[in-house]
């Protein structure tokens, strides 16, 4: 999209240009008086015309025209041709193998998660709302991933089409040819900090208000006609016939779950009624059967009426505290004492949060920085840049275990959290040394014996 912008900028420059010199000389040999004092209005579209408009009548623009040519001129250095060349490969490649990957972990997510809620009785739609909730925290675990796939992919690319070999030849240092990489990478990293800030902490939220909603349905956990149903180890239900009064006919509930102890029941008719502490199964006409493995007894009891509770084994847990993976960062540096006060946290708790957003987000960053310094370190050859890419797939593998080791320790320990960082400096430091002996390829290799004696004449 920013290639697109920058591309047609020029283009819309100058169709404005003309528009706006036609209507000025239109009316009048001399624009400037033919308009009243102080109606004069510059705005980003027609900035060009007036800088052109003002060394034609010999007027000084206003200093808002100058910080907007001053601006252009900055844009087109910092994005020279070959930087939206290589961006535009970069982003289309990104897009392509994003779009891969998330439905490559998506679908294989979903299959896990269609059989559970199938199982439970749940229908497609609810199945649909879970597995999208999920998607925000998949894509800011891909797109760090996907965007070293789009780095490493164009530059081989480039380079097994002579693409980087032209480049380098007009005078681009290693340094230079970074700097597309690097805003790539900037991109990438304000869409994961979006994600993992804002939009996945939303998702998670919703996520454990549908999930609660799914454990405390009994009606779809418990309640399948004719076939017998396991909510939990050692626990077994069945139920005949459920008319739409809602009464439950001819059921049996085994409850194996005490050592050497199993509890069977028995009756016609039973309800299901929610209490504070959660559903009891009330039992009419019917009769428990209790065995004890131990000294071999089987005791038998009738009864009129007998209530169930089913909360011990069904989860249904209140949420109305929520956790602080589903509060955003602005929340929790807005409103930090009611976080602190709903959540039950301490403050260096939050703030580990907060900065392994920060530190997960930053790594989309040090990724492609990384694929394209280990292919652009090894220079040209017509047999391909394959030592590269694994030494690059090997330097992201190590970056993701010091991410990884820095995690833990800060699970262990909130005061840690400045280990979260160590994966970002160490990438950094990774990316100079490449792009150093990239630029210096000479200063690690023997001198020929000609030219050492060349050097002693």
């Known amino acids: ?58 007027f000084r623009t ?9 601006l252009k001129d900055a844009l087109g250095k910092i994005l020279g041709r070959f930087d939206k060349y290589l961006l535009h490969q970069l982003l289309m490649l990104f897009g392509l193998f994003s779009l891969i990957l998330v439905l490559v972990f998506w679908v294989n997510k979903a299959v896990i998660l269609l059989d559970r809620l199938m199982g439970d009785g749940q229908s497609i739609t609810t199945f649909l709302k879970i597995t999208t909730l999920g998607l925000p925290a998949l894509i800011s675990d891909v797109l760090p991933i996907t965007a070293f796939i789009a780095a490493v992919f164009a530059i ?8 980087l070999v032209v480049v380098q030849a007009t005078g681009y240092s290693p340094w230079r040819l970074a700097r597309p990489v690097l805003i790539f990478g900037i991109l990438v990293t304000l869409m994961v900090a979006s994600l993992t800030h804002a939009l996945t902490p939303l998702a998670q939220r919703e996520l454990s208000l549908r999930s609660a909603e799914i454990s405390r349905d009994i009606t779809a956990k418990l309640l399948t006609e004719g076939s017998f149903v396991h909510p939990i180890e050692g626990v077994t239900f069945y139920v005949r016939e459920i008319p739409p009064s809602g009464e439950l006919f001819d059921i049996y509930l085994s409850d194996s779950r005490t050592d050497g102890v199993r509890r069977n029941f028995l009756a016609r008719r039973a309800l299901i009624v929610k209490e504070d502490d959660g559903p009891v199964l009330l039992m009419f006409d019917g009769e ?13 009891t009738t009864f009129k009426s007998f209530a169930y509770g089913m909360g011990d084994f069904l989860n249904t847990t209140s949420t109305a505290q929520r956790p602080l993976r589903a509060i955003s960062t602005y929340e929790m540096m807005t409103s930090t004492s009611a976080v602190l006060l709903e959540t039950g946290a301490e403050h260096i708790e939050m703030r580990k949060t907060i900065h392994d957003r920060n530190a997960k987000a930053l790594l989309s960053i040090v990724a492609p920085l990384i694929g394209f310094a280990g292919l652009i370190a090894g220079g040209f050859s017509r047999f391909g840049l394959w030592r590269q890419i694994f030494l690059s797939f090997a330097l992201l593998i190590f970056v993701k275990s010091i991410d990884s080791a820095g995690i833990s320790a800060t699970r262990r320990d909130p005061n840690d959290w400045p280990q979260l960082y160590m994966a970002f400096g160490v990438g950094l430091l990774i990316t100079g040394a490449l792009l150093w002996y990239a630029a210096n390829p000479n200063m690690w290799r023997k001198k020929s014996p000609k030219a050492n ?3 002693t004449q």
């Not at 206003?62 to 910080?67: E, I, L, P, V, Y």
């Open 1 to 58: 999209m920013g290639v697109l912008l920058f591309g047609s900028l020029d283009q819309y420059l100058l169709s404005g240009h003309m528009r706006i010199k036609r209507f000025l000389f239109s009316i009048g040999s001399d624009p400037l008086q033919a308009l009243p004092e102080g109606q004069v209005r510059l705005c980003a579209r027609c900035f060009a015309c007036v800088w052109d408009l003002s060394a034609h009548y010999g």
């Open 453 to 455: 004696a060349e050097t």
């Open 288 to 300: 428990s059967h209790e065995y004890n493995s131990i000294n071999k007894r089987l005791s038998v």
């Open 62 to 70: 206003t200093r808002c025209a100058d910080k907007l040519i001053t």
């Open 156 to 163: 081989n690319r480039m380079s097994s089409e002579s693409e």
